[in-house]
């Protein structure tokens, strides 16, 4: 009969291989597109965010969580419990870290309008046009603060003082899409709780079972040895 916590561990071990896959590919993605050329005020914004985001810290993790999962196969296999021990240590390392990521992704999120205004005045005029141009709107508060950049959006200051500053809306945009990523990321430390729980409940299996497996050998092999001397003592002898 197939053990449900064997099957259970190996489900759990396989989340937390794609979790660390999964991070190890968004961080590399984005940090090879995030100084792309964009096109238009969106990519502008996602670019600005992605060059303040932790990528190497992500990295590292995704590679530390890979490594993780490879010390927890000889585990699953081995009757020793050394592996799992380690194992569930660094799972638990996995876990910390990712949710410092995660938590300096949330704490951006609490004063981005703020924060991002010196990003943007430090942005050249086709940079902040193109923002503008998306988003519908003139300067970052106001059409004053900065000053707007005149372009098709904002064609003269009475124009762009009957719009409203850039800011709500880039503070809207970036938070929708970094709530998205903290969001995955404090789920990938509840799921490296669950891996961490099931590793120990298969460390346990085997300090349950494997003893209790030797001791019914030593019992059918104290069983047998002793029916065979019962049986050598009945045979009749002959002299």
Not at 77 to 92: D, I, Q, W
Not at 114 to 134: A, H, K, R
Not at 153 to 172: K, V
Request: hydrophobic content about 45%; aromatic content about 12%.
């Amino acid at each position: 009969m197939v053990d449900k916590i064997f099957l259970s561990t190996v489900a759990a071990d396989a989340l937390f291989l794609s979790s660390g896959v999964m991070e190890l590919v968004f961080s590399l993605v984005v940090q090879s597109k995030m100084k792309d050329m964009p096109t238009d005020g969106e990519d502008v914004t996602r670019n600005l965010l992605y060059q303040r985001f932790p990528l190497t810290a992500g990295i590292v993790n995704a590679i530390f969580i890979l490594v993780t999962f490879a010390v927890t196969l000889p585990g699953l296999v081995m009757p020793a419990r050394s592996f799992l021990k380690v194992s569930g240590y660094m799972v638990t390392v996995c876990a910390i870290f990712t949710m410092c990521v995660a938590v300096f992704l949330w704490v951006m999120t609490l004063r981005m309008s703020e924060q991002f205004f010196n990003i943007y005045i430090e942005q050249e005029p086709d940079v902040q046009s193109l923002i503008q141009d998306s988003f519908q709107c003139c300067g970052y508060f106001n059409s004053t603060t900065p000053a707007f950049v005149m372009d098709s959006t904002c064609s003269s200051p009475a124009s762009a003082a009957l719009l409203r500053g850039c800011a709500t809306s880039i503070s809207s945009f970036a938070n929708l899409h970094i709530d998205g990523i903290f969001t995955v990321l404090f789920g990938i430390v509840g799921e490296s709780k669950l891996t961490f729980l099931a590793q120990s409940h298969a460390k346990t299996s085997q300090v349950t079972n494997i003893p209790y497996r030797y001791r019914c050998y030593l019992y059918l092999v104290h069983r047998m040895s002793a029916q065979g001397s019962q049986r050598a003592r009945t045979l009749p002898t002959y002299r």
